[in-house]
Each structure stands twice: as structure tokens, then as C-alpha cells.
């Protein structure tokens, strides 16, 4: 089998043990938050990153933890966590600071018992593989967190499709958000 189809059965079948509702129900949550707030570190922040991007586009009011606009945190606000491993520190520490805040905070990661998770009203669980192949995780033919990586970029794309349809964004508005500085 080619190597790209062997990549794309891993991301199906860690994508497959994913409760579509509950990926509805963060949606749900996104969309009655005041402001939502992301962080991740190394390629998880680049998931992070994007999925501010995508959120940004369909109308949110969005913010990546550590630029420099970032305002101060709210109890009103949300905070996405996200951490393959869920035990990057600085990724902690701004969920336990986000929740002794009042903040909401979902946790993305492979870990549910990790010391992220315990920082975190609500878990988005991705059985992939990490950089450290946990006994818990998905195997994988791909280095580090690369299916991590992958299949929390579905997964940000999917609850987007959803936060869409629930503020009434098309295509066409999304577009209206899309940088045009290029």
C-alpha cells in the first residue's frame, strides 16, 4: 500500500472513534462564548493557530494566547487548549490560570486523565499517536505527532462547519474575512 493511503487509513480511523455530537456540542459552545481565546505550542499551536484563522472567518471574535494584541482573559470568554500530550507546560499553565479565571476551557489532546484534562470544563479526545507513543495511543507509521497533528486539524475543520451553521455564515461572508492584503 502507498504510504499517502496508509496516512489516510491512521487519520480515519483515529477520526472514527470521534462522537460527531460531541464535536456539535463544542460548536454550541464556541458559539455562545463572548470571546474565545486558543494556545498550543510547537505544531499543536500551528493547529491552534489555524483553527483561530478558520473561527476568525466565520466571525468570531478570536485570539491566539502570547501575540502581542492578546487582551486579558474574561470569565465570559473560552479558551481552547490544545496538547497532544497534554502535559506542555505553558499549555497548562494557561488552562489553570483561564479556569481560576472562570473561564471554560477545552482541552484537545490524547490524554483525558492528563494534567491539561484536570485544567478543562470539557475534553475533545483524540486517540492519535504523539512524539512519545504512549500504551494509549493509536500506532502510527508517521514521526512525532504528525497524526496527532492531522486529525486535530479535521477535527477544528468539522466543529468550524458547525459554528458556521449555527451564526449563519456562508461561503460567500467567510470570504468577506479572508485577508485581502495578498
Known sequence: MRKLNNVLKEIEEVINKIDQQHL???AFSLHRAKRIFVIGEGRSGLMAKSFAMRLMHLG?????VGETITPSITKNDLLVAVSGSGKTQQV??????SKQLGCSVIAVTTNPTSPLS????????ILAATKYRNENEAPSIQPLGSLFDQCAHVVFDTICL???QLNQVRHSDAFQQHSNLE
Not at 468570531?60 to 491566539?64: E, G, L, Q, Y
Not at 497548562?92 to 490560570?97: D, E, S
Not at 484536570?118 to 479526545?125: K, P, Q, S, W
Open 24 to 26: 456539535d456540542d463544542v
Open 60 to 64: 468570531a471574535t478570536v485570539f491566539v
Open 92 to 97: 497548562v499553565t494557561v488552562a489553570q490560570k
Open 118 to 125: 484536570e485544567h478543562a470544563t470539557e475534553v475533545i479526545h
Open 162 to 164: 458547525e459554528y458556521g
